[in-house]
């Protein structure tokens, strides 16, 4: 019995022995065709380049084994990095809305980002079970009542919530958040100290302002200084909700500053800006900069600029994005996978003919 355990052990480490092999095999044959290729287009320089023909069918037989195990390691690596990074941080995020947006705005936000938050939650001026919103009492129509919303949802949340969070998102039923971005940015930050994240302005506060529709990201300190310490007329330069105008994040800055909390930098290491509070459009397209509002570009904190280099590549909040567009950046920054094609992209800016051919 122990001769044929032996005998069994032997052969499973015989069968991964032949893997590696087989594995590094392939490896080499095709670092082999790459090298073929460079030398030949070195050797000939100045000649028309020799058209490699490659079989996708054959090449997908050969390597769509190494593919598929290379992106089941890659997911389980993604998975368990944001399951640490959850545990580590929880994000509650609540989104402003009102009844006029619930059966749009406000679920399309539900059936898309809103699903990474670890609690999400709605604020409006009316119940609505289907969303489902919480009602904030006493708030003006229109715009005039945004600051009523924004004081009475913090205090809800810090009131109700406060177990159940290290970092608070602001945001409206317009606005697009990549969480899992939220949570890189927020890594070596400590939620019980005083942090105060978001898209900065120049004007109407002593350090500027966020925009509270690209996103305002609260430390769990942050928030219970502001509501213990500034709310409800608690600190003379807080602005109280009988201050009914529409500019609320200027307001929440000038609260945060009253009671000694002051903004963070959100942009990357090369000065790219990671919360937007423009849609990703206005962001990435060459002549952003000229086109953008006159008050925009004017009042900017940080230097902006247009095109494809204009935004972090872990950017993670957007605004005045329409339901449609929601769909569409949660497609693409969560279902599209490019490991299919990376061989045949390289291939083809090597020169080498890609062909389809079908094999009996």
Do not use: C
């Given at each position: 019995m122990a001769q044929h355990r032996k005998q069994g052990k032997d052969s499973s480490a015989m069968e991964g022995c032949w893997c590696n092999c087989y594995f590094v095999f392939l490896l080499g044959f095709f670092i082999g065709i790459c090298m073929v290729v460079a030398i030949r287009s070195s050797n000939n320089k100045g000649e028309a380049k020799p058209k490699i023909s490659?079989?996708?069918?054959?090449?997908?037989?050969?390597?769509?084994?190494?593919?598929?195990?290379?992106k089941q390691l890659k997911l389980k690596a993604k998975n368990v990095q944001g399951s640490e990074l959850a545990r580590r941080m929880r994000i509650l995020c609540w989104?402003?809305?009102?009844?006029?947006t619930h059966k749009t705005k406000a679920l399309t936000v539900k059936r898309t980002w809103g699903r990474h938050c670890d609690k999400l939650l709605f604020f409006s001026e009316t119940e609505d079970p289907e969303v489902p919103t919480i009602k904030i009492d006493k708030v003006q129509p229109g715009r005039s009542g945004l600051w009523t919303k924004v004081v009475g949802a913090y205090k809800y949340v810090q009131k109700h919530h406060r177990d159940e969070y290290d970092w608070v998102l602001r945001a409206d039923d317009d606005s697009y958040a990549i969480i899992e971005g939220i949570r890189e940015m927020?890594?070596?930050?400590?939620?019980?100290?005083?942090?105060?994240?978001?898209?900065?302005?120049?004007?109407?506060?002593?350090?500027?302002?966020?925009?509270?529709?690209?996103g305002i990201v609260l430390s769990k300190a942050a928030l219970d200084r502001v509501v213990t310490m500034a709310f409800d007329g608690k600190h003379k330069d807080c602005p109280t909700v009988a201050f009914s105008d529409s500019a609320d994040d200027v307001k929440i800055a000038q609260c945060l500053y009253a009671v000694g909390i002051v903004p963070d930098?959100?942009?990357?290491?090369?000065?790219?800006?990671r919360m937007h509070c423009y849609d990703?459009?206005?962001?990435?397209?060459?002549?952003?900069?000229?086109?953008?509002?006159?008050?925009?570009?004017?009042?900017?904190?940080?230097?902006?600029k247009g095109g494809l280099d204009c935004c972090a590549e872990n950017g993670f909040t957007w605004h005045y994005v329409i339901p449609l567009r929601m769909y569409m950046i949660q497609y693409l920054a969560y279902s599209v996978q490019v490991e299919n094609v990376v061989f045949f992209s390289k291939a083809a800016q090597s020169g080498i003919s890609i062909?389809?051919?079908?094999?009996?």
């Open positions: 490659i079989d996708t069918l054959f090449v997908q037989k050969q390597v769509s084994r190494n593919l598929g195990v290379a989104v402003m809305t009102a009844k006029h927020l890594l070596p930050y400590n939620p019980e100290k005083p942090g105060f994240f978001g898209y900065r302005f120049l004007p109407f506060a002593p350090a500027g302002f966020f925009s509270g529709g690209g930098d959100t942009r990357d290491f090369r000065g790219r800006t990703v459009d206005l962001n990435v397209k060459p002549d952003a900069v000229e086109t953008m509002n006159p008050w925009y570009r004017q009042n900017q904190w940080w230097p902006v062909t389809s051919a079908t094999h009996q």
